[in-house]
Each structure stands twice: as structure tokens, then as C-alpha cells.
């Protein structure tokens, strides 16, 4: 009978001790893991404010309707480059990330700091784009300008009149030329010059050959008169405005080294054309 009871109480012990130590198993992972989740909840935040927003960018890269030059277009998905070097971002214009950093981009031109590329923020950046443009259209005079050699063109059979170009803007294109053929060592025609200077004569004679341009292709008033304007050849049909051709050419090597580089050497870009590049020193 005393060892039956010194059995029981044996029993009684262990199974107390299995209890406690089942009980410390359940609760020691609580801490930690409630310290895991408050890490993720952090980490999440900080742009998931922007998530509709770029859900809303997605849908007008491709299909915000908006008019410029006189001609409707459609979507912002070819001006990419442009909108990530003026926002000093290398994020896809549909990530939250792009947003938040549009937001504040927005926010610091009086605009409604959404985060969303609507029309009103388009056209502010088309209006700060086309503000670094050249801002004097006077024609050049002869003593302005140098008569470039064929082997600079895209079309080396090109008249002597129609391969002048002023004089400080063909220096810079040789200093960039040469700096563009270290980076990329493009090969073929790519970066030749397809047009420079053109008279007021021969820019409304290339008007009424192509009365569908609009002004947004073909102005009146061209930067061209100025022999500081060149179209390069950047891939593609040289000079074709249709969106198609448009969509091939910024996703060239070249072109995007114009848009990263070129303005180390003077030359600005005129968004609505890939080709055309503008010295503005």
C-alpha cells in the first residue's frame, strides 16, 4: 500500500512538470511573432498610400486622350524617358514608387499631389519641356553657319546648302558624337544628321507637301531657321511622327543616351519628335 502511494504521487509530479513545460511551448512564440508582424506592417507603408494611383497610371499610359499641336493623341507611354529624367526617378511609371515620387513632383508646381499622370500634370510637364527649348527663332546668316561633309548625314547625296549647320552647334554635335561612339560604338547611320538648317522657303515648301503635319510635325515658325535644330537619326523611319515609329525609336540604345547625355553637351530635346535635338547654349 505506501509503495502504491509513493507510485501515485510519482505520476502526479511528472505530469504536472509535462503541463508546464507544454504551456511554455504554446507561449513562447507569441513575442516573436508579434515582433514579425509589426516589422512587415513598416516596411509595406511607407508607398501604399500611392497603390491606386499607379493602378490609375497603368490605365493612362496607354489610353489618356489629350490634344497637342493640333492633333489628338493617345496614352504618355512614349514620353517614359523624358518624364523619368525630369522627375529624377528610374522607377516604372506604374509602380507606387513612380507615383509617390510624381506626388512630389506635383506637389511642388501647385498641382493636386495625387500621384496620378492625368492631363493637367501632363501638360505641365509638356510645358516645362517645351520651355527649355530654344527661345530665339532668328534665321542665321551666312557667316553663322559651316557647311557640314556628307559623311555626317543620314543622306550623304544631300545638297551643300541643305547640310549647313551653325557653327557652335556643330562643334558640340562633334564633341557629342565622339563621346556617343565611345559609350555605344553605334554602328551604321545611327546619330547622323538627317536636317539641320532650312530656309523659311524650303520649311513651307516641306508644309505643303505634308499639309497633315500640324504644327506639332512641321512649324511655322522652325527652330530649324536657326541652324541650332538637328534631326539625328535615332532607328526607324527617320522623321515619321506616327506613334508606331515613334514606340521603335525611344527604345533605341541611341535614344536613350540622347536623353541621359545630351544635354552635357548643350542639346535639348523636343519630346513630341525623338530625332529632334536643340542647342540652347
Avoid at 499641336?69 to 518624364?83: A, E, F, H, P, T
Avoid at 553605334?186 to 536636317?195: A, D, H, N
Wanted: aromatic residues 10%; glycine residues 6%; hydrophobic residues 35%.
Amino acid at each position: 500500500m505506501k509503495n502504491l502511494t509513493l507510485l501515485i504521487i510519482v505520476v502526479v509530479c511528472a505530469l504536472a512538470v509535462s503541463g508546464q513545460a507544454s504551456r511554455q511551448k504554446k507561449e513562447a512564440p507569441v513575442k516573436p511573432a508579434v515582433r514579425i508582424t509589426d516589422r512587415a506592417s513598416s516596411g509595406n507603408t511607407k508607398n501604399s498610400a500611392f497603390s491606386a494611383a499607379a493602378a490609375s497610371n497603368a490605365t493612362l499610359r496607354n489610353e489618356l486622350t489629350w490634344t497637342f499641336g493640333g492633333k489628338q493623341q493617345r496614352g504618355w507611354y512614349l514620353y517614359d524617358l523624358l518624364i523619368n529624367k525630369t522627375l529624377d526617378t528610374e522607377h516604372d511609371t506604374i509602380t507606387d514608387d513612380f507615383a509617390a515620387t510624381l506626388a512630389g513632383w506635383q506637389k511642388k508646381r501647385g498641382l493636386g499631389a495625387n500621384g496620378i499622370l492625368d492631363e493637367n500634370s501632363l501638360m505641365a510637364l509638356v510645358s516645362h519641356w517645351q520651355s527649355n527649348r530654344l527661345k530665339v527663332r532668328t534665321p542665321a546668316t551666312a557667316e553663322e553657319l559651316v557647311t557640314a561633309p556628307p559623311s555626317d548625314f543620314y543622306d550623304p547625296g544631300r545638297a551643300p546648302e541643305m547640310r549647313q549647320v551653325e557653327r557652335n552647334t556643330y562643334e558640340a554635335y562633334q564633341r557629342m558624337i565622339a563621346a556617343a561612339a565611345e559609350d555605344l560604338k553605334p554602328t551604321g547611320q545611327y546619330l547622323k544628321i538627317v536636317s539641320a538648317f532650312r530656309s523659311r522657303e524650303y520649311q513651307d515648301e516641306l508644309r505643303r507637301k505634308s499639309p497633315n503635319a500640324g504644327s506639332a510635325g512641321l512649324a511655322v515658325n522652325s527652330p530649324h531657321f536657326t541652324g541650332r535644330a538637328l534631326d539625328l537619326y535615332v532607328g526607324g523611319s527617320p522623321v515619321d511622327t506616327r506613334d508606331s515609329n515613334r514606340a521603335l525609336q525611344v527604345k533605341t540604345p541611341v535614344y536613350r543616351w540622347l536623353v541621359r547625355n545630351a544635354e552635357r553637351f548643350g542639346f535639348r530635346p523636343y519630346f513630341y519628335e525623338p530625332w529632334h535635338w536643340e542647342y540652347v547654349k
